[in-house]
């Protein structure tokens, strides 16, 4: 039987001083897999396909670094929480490879707080397009660790952006689609739902990184050079 519950993957040591997750996780309805050691871990996914990997090196003393490269070669782009002690913070998380770096003292809270944005949606009917996430049903998109409510038009907006990532829509095109008219003579109302939706999405909406403007053509979706939000 299926489980519509979000699946993780925990590497945790055993530290006395140390909070352990698992509990805390099971209890907010995750499908938590428990390992004790990056071994494991790799062992387990030959069996147990999670949509997060929690790698909690501060319950090993160690930097987690070797584990998060074993695990990306093996899991591919499964997003990766690591859990360091601030002595193996570094100043690039990029280095380890995972898609957020936490240090401790760690509440359950913070963690869930960091979670949540890389845990897919359960919506059937939910897109992604790299760091975007869109529930037209629930007309919600999530970027990194922001949530967004858009009305009907926006979502139809960037629906059709998503559906053609890296490909530059004509401004007539994408009115047309958006507004369900063959009327295009002034489309100056698009680049309004455009800035909109900016705002919505982007880190910083004056310099967009994922919705370019394409002067005298239209808008171009980039997601394959967009930083980690």
């Not at 359950?108 to 897109?127: C, M």
Request: aromatic residues 6%; proline residues 7%.
């Amino acid at each position: 039987m299926s489980s519509d519950k979000a699946k993780i993957l925990l590497i945790e040591g055993k530290r006395a001083d140390h909070p352990s997750f698992l509990t805390g996780l099971t209890r907010k309805g995750y499908d938590v897999e428990s390992v004790p050691n990056g071994n494991s871990a790799v062992e387990q996914l030959n069996t147990f396909e999670p949509d997060v990997i929690i790698i909690d090196a501060a319950s090993m003393r160690t930097s987690g670094k070797r584990i998060c490269h074993a695990l990306r070669l093996r899991a591919g782009d499964i997003p990766i929480l690591l859990i360091v002690d601030p002595q193996f913070a570094g100043k690039n998380p990029r280095e380890s490879l995972a898609d957020v770096v936490l240090t401790t003292p760690l509440t359950l809270q913070k963690l869930l707080n960091r979670l949540r944005p890389l845990v897919p949606a359960q919506s059937k009917h939910v897109l992604q397009a790299g760091p975007i996430w869109l529930d037209p049903a629930q007309r919600l998109v999530r970027v990194g660790n922001r949530q967004s409510s858009l009305t009907p038009r926006l979502v139809t907006i960037l629906r059709i952006l998503m559906e053609h990532p890296g490909e530059v829509i004509e401004r007539n095109s994408l009115f047309q689609q958006a507004w369900n008219t063959d009327y295009t003579e002034d489309t100056r109302t698009l680049d309004v739902h455009i800035s909109w939706l900016r705002r919505a999405i982007e880190v910083d909406y004056r310099h967009p990184q994922l919705i370019k403007t394409i002067r005298g053509v239209g808008y171009r979706l980039d997601i394959e050079e967009t930083p980690p939000y």
